[in-house]
């Protein structure tokens, strides 16, 4: 199984609302939304990653040193780069960090519990990064990795490979990742309204209510 969930019925989304991008294609811009940064979404790398770009009155936040430091750089040239918050430490999503961290001297804000590639200023669950106009909140959903974190903003939430349309990323079969796994979505579903957009760390984005109905699904699918 892939990092990405498999969905047991398929739904698949409209792409053009949904966020579609590609790797080395275009980047896709949300819909300006109240409380909310300028959020843009980029795909890089072999394995189509998803880099978010939030930005307000010209400073930004990247969520995901994935891979491509060249695009990623163009996306934010003329914007200060905060910080690259980063919401887990496999390597697919950790391969630009260093020459990003090199060209921006931008700290990366990350969980402590995960192994990472540079140096980092660690952030926990609750964690509140304020950047130009807006704030940013992490949660800490631990399973698919110990330090697996997820990053909400107006009616943004990204995800990493927490959640994905049609259930939680990969947790190798362990019933005790999974477990912990749900136990944050559980907080994420049992808080967060329906409009709530799901950015995730791959693919296509979905929303809180659309994947709503389906939670009872995932845990009783154990996967």
């Not at 950047?131 to 939430?157: E, M």
């Not at 049609?166 to 049992?190: I, K, Q």
């Not at 984005?205 to 994947?211: A, H, L, M, P």
Request: hydrophobic fraction near 35%.
């Amino acid at each position: 199984m892939s990092d990405r969930a498999s969905q047991e019925t398929p739904r698949p989304p409209d792409t053009a609302e949904f966020g579609h991008v590609v790797s080395g294609g275009p980047a896709h811009e949300y819909a300006p939304a109240d409380g909310a940064p300028r959020v843009v979404k980029l795909s890089v790398g072999p394995y189509d990653n998803n880099v978010y770009v939030l930005s307000d009155g010209g400073e930004a936040l990247i969520v995901d040193g994935a891979a491509d430091p060249d695009r990623i750089l163009e996306q934010v040239k003329g914007l200060r780069v905060a910080a690259i918050l980063q919401t887990h430490d496999h390597p697919d999503h950790v391969q630009a960090l260093p020459a990003l961290v090199e060209a921006l001297g931008c700290p990366v804000r990350a969980h402590p519990d995960d192994e990472w590639p540079v140096p980092i200023e660690p952030l926990g669950d609750g964690t509140t990064i304020a950047v130009g106009g807006f704030d940013v909140r992490a949660v800490h959903t631990p399973g698919h990795t110990p330090g697996s974190t997820c990053y909400l903003t107006g009616p943004f939430l990204f995800s990493g490979d927490t959640l994905f349309p049609g259930g939680p990323g990969n947790t190798g079969g362990d019933a005790e990742r999974f477990g912990r796994t749900m136990r944050g979505l559980d907080r994420l579903f049992g808080t967060l309204p329906d409009t709530t957009r799901i950015c995730p760390g791959h693919g296509l984005d979905s929303t809180i209510g659309r994947e709503r109905p389906h939670v009872e699904t995932w845990r009783a699918r154990g996967w």
